[in-house]
């Protein structure tokens, strides 16, 4: 069974920053790629980042670009979400989530199988 633990979450001014983390327990790691998404209240989830199996590779959703800097560490098992620049907009629960398959694309959450609880992510004005 894989488990996906996020934590960093909190409360942060307009402008400030957090690093979220993912902290994953399956052997082969290495193997995956990872996701990162969020979902705001009353909306849909969407896609916030993704890495490919190495590091070597990242994708944004654009409002993000710029901001957000998605990373990995094979050692541990983990993945983090540097976020900068924070604005009210950024408010949602974050959710890391494993991906399976590249024939959705990075973006789609049908390409993840395995997602963990979220941690809650709040930019103040």
């Known amino acids: 069974q894989v488990q996906l633990v996020e934590s960093g979450g909190g409360l942060v001014q307009v402008g400030g920053s957090l690093r979220l983390s993912c902290s994953v327990s399956?052997?082969?790691?290495?193997?995956?790629?990872m996701g990162w998404f969020r979902q705001a209240p009353g909306k849909p989830r969407e896609f916030v980042a993704a890495?490919?199996?190495?590091?070597?590779?990242?994708s944004y959703r654009t409002s993000v670009k710029g901001r957000f800097t998605i990373a990995r560490d094979n050692a541990k098992n983990m993945v983090y979400l540097q976020m900068n620049s924070l604005s009210p907009e950024d408010t949602a629960v974050y959710y890391c989530?494993?991906?399976?398959?590249?024939?959705?694309?990075?973006?789609?959450?049908?390409?993840?199988?395995?997602w963990g609880q979220g941690t809650q992510v709040t930019v103040s004005s």
């Open positions: 890495i490919t199996e190495s590091g070597g590779g990242t």
């Open positions: 399956q052997r082969r790691f290495s193997t995956w790629r």
């Open positions: 989530a494993r991906q399976y398959t590249t024939a959705y694309g990075d973006s789609d959450p049908r390409a993840y199988d395995y």
